[in-house]
C-alpha cells in the first residue's frame, strides 16, 4: 500500500521582508500566503493522504488575526485530508498561538503537542510521530518512543541532529531505526535530501524565499511511501527568487557595468549584486546611481560597491604633489617592489579617503 504525502515547512508567514521596500514587502507577505494555498491544491490534485507542515509556518508565535484567519481558511478547504504541524523555533506554542486555540483549526488539522507524540492513519497503517518546540530552543527527544515495524512510520521534524545543537531534535541513533519509514524535516530552507543508516530524510525547504540567505534550492516535497521503498520529488512554485552575485568590474565604464548587470538579472527575482574588482582612478564607481538605473529591470536590487582603485604608481610619483612626495619616500625605504606596492596602495588609499572594505556587510 503506498502513501502519498506532500511535506513542507519554514513558510514564515507574516514574515516582516524588512529588507525591501515597503510596497513589495506587501507584495512578498501576499506571494507567502499564496505560497500555502498553492501547495493545499497540489495536495487536493495528487489526492494527497496527508499534508505535513514540519514547523516555522508562521514567522512568529503570535501572528496577526489576518495571518491566523487566512492559515485556517486554507488549511480547512484541504479537508477531509489531514494536516500534521509541527511548530518550530519561530511559531512555538505559546498560550497566545493559535495553535493553542481549542477548536480554532479545522477537525482535519493536527497539531503535534510539546512532548513526543504520534497520530495515526489506520486505513493506510500509516503512524505519524513529532513534537512542537515550547520555545525557541529544543533537546533531543523520540529517544523512549516504541516505533512499529508493521507500520509506515514517518517522522515530522523541525530541527537538525547535530550535538548541542539548539535545534537537535532528534539523534542520530534513534534515526537511524530501521522502522522508520520516512524523517520530514524543516528548519534549514534549502530543499535536500539525505540518509541517516537507511533512513531516507529530507529537508522540504522554504516554499517562497524571503531572504539573500534563501539563494538555493526552494520548494517542498511529494513523497510516495510504500514498505519497500520512498520516492521523493522536490517541487517548486516559487514565485521569485533570491541572488547574491558578484561582478569582477575591473575596467569597466559606468555604462559597461550596467549593462553588465542587466546581462544577469530578470523581471521577478530580487538581486544583491557585489562589484568587485580593480578601478583606474578616474572612473568612479557609484554604486548608488548603477542602482537607480538598472532598478527597473527587475523585482527590487541592491548594487554593493566593493573594488579597490588601480593606481598609477610612476605618474603619481611625478607629481609635486604630498601623494607624489609619499610615493618617492616610500621608494627609498621599501626593501622590495612588492612592499613597495603593498604600502603605497595602503597609503594612497589612506590619503584619499578611499578606505577598502574588508568585508561587506549586509543587513536582511
Known sequence: MELKIVHCADLHIGASFSSLPSNLATIRKEELRLALSEIVSFCKDKEADALLICGDLFDNPTPTKKDSEFVRKVLSILAPIPVYI???????????????????????????PT????????????????????GSVITPSFDNMSISENKLNIMCLHGDITPNSDYNIISKETLSNPNINYAAFGHIHD???????????????????????????TGFIYAQINTDETKITPVSFSKRKYHNISIDVSGYAPSEIIEKIKSEINSADIYRITLTGEQCENV???????????????????????????????????????????????????????????????????????????????AD
Open 191 to 217: 530543499t535536500y535530501e539525505f540518509a541517516v543508516e537507511n533512513t531516507k530524510c529530507a529537508y522540504s525547504g522554504t516554499p517562497e524565499p524571503h531572504r539573500f540567505n534563501d539563494d538555493s534550492s
Open 284 to 362: 568612479a564607481v557609484n554604486a548608488d546611481f548603477i542602482q537607480a538605473s538598472v532598478s527597473e529591470h527587475t523585482f527590487y536590487i541592491e548594487i554593493y560597491d566593493n573594488t579597490t582603485v588601480c593606481y598609477d604608481f610612476d605618474e603619481i610619483e611625478k607629481e609635486e604633489s604630498l601623494r607624489g612626495e609619499f610615493l618617492r619616500e616610500l621608494r627609498k625605504l621599501s626593501s622590495s617592489e612588492e612592499e613597495f606596492i603593498t604600502s603605497a596602495k595602503a597609503g594612497l588609499d589612506a590619503l584619499s579617503g578611499n578606505i577598502p572594505m574588508l568585508e561587506v556587510q549586509y
Open 115 to 134: 512532548f513526543d507524540f504520534v497520530f495515526e492513519i489506520p486505513e493506510k497503517n500509516a503512524a505519524f510521530y513529532g513534537k512542537s518546540y515550547s
Open 86 to 112: 509541527v511548530c518550530g523555533n519561530h511559531d512555538y506554542m505559546c498560550s497566545d498561538s493559535p495553535f493553542a486555540k481549542e477548536d480554532f483549526f479545522s477537525s482535519n488539522v493536527h497539531i503535534f
